[in-house]
């Protein structure tokens, strides 16, 4: 279901009124006209529902204690939520200085009271539409950033990813006193299965892969195409010991895993180079030296033989 296809029931109103009859009143109308609504006495206790809950309406007095309405809507626009919140402020008072007031607190309509009810839904239809429009808008945001960082594949990060997120994850360790290891593994003899079987079958291998690496590792912990046939794993919080117990883990689990898809079944191997540091990541450590430990690593791997795991810790 896209987000343009939000069925009434799940519109969900806030309603904000210190009186507690105008507040059934008024929750009562909006549950006939198919809203969900959950209910506030002030500013102050809407907020809180509004930071615990995922609102796409809220409709709120002026005049209210704690808290009143003006406040409530300019604290709003200066919070972070979950989704564009439309807000409609009701009030007795209706001279220009009012409405421009209560505008440009943040509120996105203004209606005096008492409030006729098909006027009120009328404007509840505008903002459900600007609601949806934002959702929409924001969830492509999310799209295009989630398609620009992925590798389009396997489904793992790509490279552009890995080298703009690695350095933040090294100077954050580094300025926290934390440890990092990087894995960097290479699927062993990868132009013999593209030659033998196809580059469809290759790329089918490389799926594979990927998904006994992401199953194999921990939440916290991310998987990255650094080129090819080959993959990085981020490990924070891991020495470079504990990373190399893991990336044997992941070698074993790899080689005994047996390719299969459709009429084509063969074993794949991967070599691994670990490296990070024996303890904290100290001040000044670059992605370049680790990156070059690691490659050392898989290098050393293919050399003794592949599917192996070769170690290369940094104090």
């Known amino acids: 279901m896209t987000d343009l296809q939000i069925p009434?029931?799940?519109?969900?109103?806030?309603?904000?009124?210190?009186?507690?009859?105008?507040?059934l009143i008024m929750a009562r109308l909006l549950k006939r006209a198919g809203y969900e609504v959950e209910?506030?006495?002030?500013?102050?206790?809407?907020?809180?529902?509004i930071e615990a809950g995922d609102f796409h309406l809220m409709i709120t007095d002026w005049e209210m204690p704690e808290m009143d309405g003006i406040a409530l809507c300019s604290a709003l626009r200066s919070s972070q939520t979950k989704g564009y919140v439309y807000t409609i402020l009701l009030t007795a008072r209706d001279a220009i200085e009012h409405v421009v007031t209560g505008l440009q607190s943040g509120a996105d309509d203004y209606l005096t009271k008492p409030v006729i009810e098909p006027e009120l839904i009328a404007r509840l239809s505008t903002g459900k539409r600007i609601v949806t429009l934002e959702r929409s808008l924001r969830h492509a945001n999310e799209e295009n950033r989630r398609?620009?960082?992925?590798?389009?594949?396997?489904?793992?990060?790509?490279?552009?990813?890995?080298?703009?997120?690695?350095?933040?994850?090294?100077?954050?360790?580094?300025?926290?006193?934390?440890?990092?290891?990087?894995?960097?593994?290479?699927?062993?003899?990868f132009k013999k299965i593209n030659d033998t079987h196809g580059h469809l079958a290759g790329?089918?291998?490389?799926?594979?892969?990927?998904?006994?690496l992401q199953k194999g590792v921990r939440a916290c912990d991310w998987?990255?195409?650094?080129?090819?046939?080959?993959?990085?794993?981020?490990?924070?919080?891991?020495?470079?010991?504990n990373a190399?117990?893991?990336?044997?883990?992941?070698?074993?689990?790899?080689?005994?895993?047996?390719?299969?898809?459709?009429?084509?079944q063969f074993d794949v191997t991967a070599s691994f180079g670990v490296s990070g540091w024996r303890a904290i990541v100290p001040p000044g450590a670059t992605l370049d030296a680790l990156m070059t430990k690691c490659d050392a690593g898989v290098y050393a791997s293919k050399?003794?033989?592949?599917n192996r795991v070769t170690v290369e810790g940094m104090d």
């Open 147 to 189: 398609l620009s960082i992925t590798d389009p594949l396997t489904g793992a990060y790509n490279r552009r990813y890995l080298m703009e997120q690695l350095p933040r994850e090294i100077e954050r360790a580094a300025r926290y006193e934390r440890q990092l290891s990087v894995i960097m593994c290479d699927v062993d003899h």
């Open 8 to 23: 009434a029931p799940d519109w969900r109103i806030l309603l904000v009124d210190d009186e507690p009859t105008q507040r």
């Open 303 to 306: 050399a003794a033989g592949r």
């Open 244 to 264: 190399g117990t893991a990336a044997e883990h992941l070698r074993r689990e790899v080689s005994v895993g047996q390719f299969n898809s459709g009429a084509l």
């Open 223 to 241: 998987v990255a195409r650094y080129g090819g046939e080959e993959f990085v794993i981020v490990l924070p919080e891991t020495t470079v010991a």
């Open 39 to 49: 209910t506030a006495s002030n500013g102050k206790e809407a907020l809180q529902k």
């Open 203 to 212: 790329d089918d291998v490389l799926r594979w892969f990927v998904t006994h």
